[in-house]
């Protein structure tokens, strides 16, 4: 898709591998020591649709927390095991100037994120200045009940933007949830990095200020 000829009235970011990077070995590896089982039998419960279904909000942690126990035999405590499973989090740092121009541009973000209630709880922990910080609306899959790159996650943004879909422009780390935005009328861009991503909001006429 062409970027459009007017500079976008709403920026839709992704969370992970974009604004943060995350170590999901480290998260099986501390869940593991948690759980006071081996690093394999955590990768094997985990490996199907579980954390799928919990991003997607068909189960809760409680739900979670009760199938884990039940797919390794364990019994860790709910709390430990979110926290074990939530600490793989790193601020991408040299986002923190797009994200800075784009609030001076007085251009309206959002966050469009594929996460689970124990990760955001974590991150908003964390006290990142920019989470939730300038972002008014968030689109967390757990809340709305759908997950990218299914169509109805893109609907529910755009109706909460409250603005056209070929207005909004978004970035996400994963190729098919971008294919699945540009066929929402989206212009989106793939995430490679902080640079990139500034270039591509300055061709669409946003002045960012890099």
């Known amino acids: 898709m062409q970027p459009s000829p007017h500079p ?23 869940m593991a020591e948690v759980a006071d089982t081996s690093l394999a039998t955590v990768e094997a419960a985990v490996a199907d649709d579980l954390q799928t279904r919990l991003e997607s909000g068909i189960i809760d942690w409680s739900g979670y927390h009760a199938e884990f126990c039940r797919r390794t035999g364990t019994t860790p405590d709910p709390a430990a095991l979110a926290a074990a499973a939530s ?6 740092a040299a986002m923190l100037p797009v994200i800075a121009g ?18 955001w709880q974590h991150l908003l922990g964390c ?3 920019l ?4 972002f008014e609306c968030l689109v967390l899959s757990h809340e709305v009940g759908g997950v990218k790159p299914l169509p109805g ?11 056209p879909p070929e207005s909004i422009f978004f970035t996400d780390d994963i190729p098919a949830h971008v294919g699945a935005a ?6 989106a861009e793939v995430f490679e990095s902080a640079v990139g991503l500034a270039d ?3 061709r669409r006429g946003i002045p960012l200020g890099l």
């Open 8 to 30: 976008p009235r709403f920026v839709f970011l992704d969370l992970g591998n974009v604004i943060v990077s995350f170590d999901r070995d480290r998260a099986h590896r501390q």
């Open 182 to 187: 540009r066929e929402a009328g989206w212009d």
């Open 102 to 119: 784009l609030e001076r541009a007085r251009c309206r973000m959002g966050i469009l994120s594929n996460t689970c209630g124990p990760h």
């Open 200 to 202: 591509a909001l300055m």
């Open 127 to 129: 006290r990142y200045a």
């Open 153 to 163: 996650i893109y609907a529910t943004a755009a109706l909460r933007a409250g603005v």
């Open 87 to 92: 600490d793989m989090f790193t601020l991408n």
């Open 131 to 134: 989470l939730p910080g300038p």
